[in-house]
Nanobody
Framework: QVQLVESGGGLVQAGDSLRLSCTVS????????MAWFRQAPGKGREFVAA????????YDTNSVKARFTISRDNSKNTVYLQMTSLKPEDTAVYYC?????????????????WGQGTQVTVSS
């Protein structure tokens, strides 16, 4: 059974930084495409960033360009999301997801496993 556990969320002020982590157990982490999605109150789930098994990265540039960085450490079965210059509109529950493919990375339906989410709140 594949499990994803996110950590690192919290309450910060605008302009601060946070690093989210997602550790995967029960599967073959190095073969997964890993991604971060987020869902703000009253809104739908939104793609944030993805990293393939070979290290290729994709971002939702409209919302997070030049501020967020996704990375992975296969030795730790962990994917990270480094967030800088946080804005109140970044407030959301952030979800980690894993896929067995590397197609349509921004589509949540392509992901096979999901974490429970971690809350990020950015105050103004």
């Amino acid at each position: 059974q594949v499990q994803l556990v996110e950590s690192g969320g919290g309450l910060v002020q605008a302009g601060d930084s946070l690093r989210l982590s997602c550790t995967v157990s029960g599967g073959t982490f190095s073969t997964y495409t890993m991604a971060w999605f987020r869902q703000a109150p009253g809104k739908g789930r939104e793609f944030v960033a993805a990293i393939t098994s070979s290290g290729g990265v994709t971002y939702d540039t409209n919302s997070v360009k030049a501020r967020f960085t996704i990375s992975r450490d296969n030795s730790k079965n962990t994917v990270y999301l480094q967030m800088t210059s946080l804005k109140p509109e970044d407030t959301a529950v952030y979800y980690c997801a894993a896929a067995n493919s590397d197609y349509r990375l921004a589509q949540g339906a392509e992901y096979d496993y999901w974490g429970q989410g971690t809350q990020v709140t950015v105050s103004s």
